[in-house]
């Protein structure tokens, strides 16, 4: 399975998390099969309009890792079949501790923060 976890900065595994996924500089995309990293930077124009950022999709991640995302981001991946998490903090290496100890919550639309 690969997640996609929007950062701010690259910092390998201790890169700070994003708060929004489609409004950071980059994206790490994180293997847990192979328990690797790859960083790819934010290179479109995705501010609340429709559509996901095309590095994204290029990946083929399964999954999404982030703080927030709106409603209509968490529409769009439910149609394209992502597993979409809530609740990264801090850094990458946090937040896939969070995640592989079961502490991160699978969103739903109700979950969608406004901006």
């Avoid at 790859?38 to 950022?53: C, L, R």
């Avoid at 149609?79 to 699978?106: N, P």
Wanted: aromatic share 6%; net charge negative; hydrophobic share 35%.
């Amino acid at each position: 399975m690969k997640y996609a976890i929007p950062i701010t900065e690259n910092k390998n595994w201790d890169s700070p998390v994003g708060e929004h996924f489609g409004r950071v500089p980059l994206y790490a995309i994180w293997d847990q099969e192979t328990n690797t990293l790859d960083i790819i930077p934010n290179e479109s124009n995705h501010f609340g309009g429709v559509g996901m950022p095309a590095e994204f999709l290029a990946t083929k991640s399964n999954a999404i890792i982030c703080s927030g995302i709106g409603a209509r981001a968490i529409d769009l991946c439910n149609q394209l079949g992502l597993d979409l998490y809530i609740g990264a903090t801090d850094t990458i290496r946090v937040t896939i501790d969070l995640l592989t100890s079961g502490k991160l919550t699978k969103a739903s639309r109700k979950d969608g923060c406004d901006h």
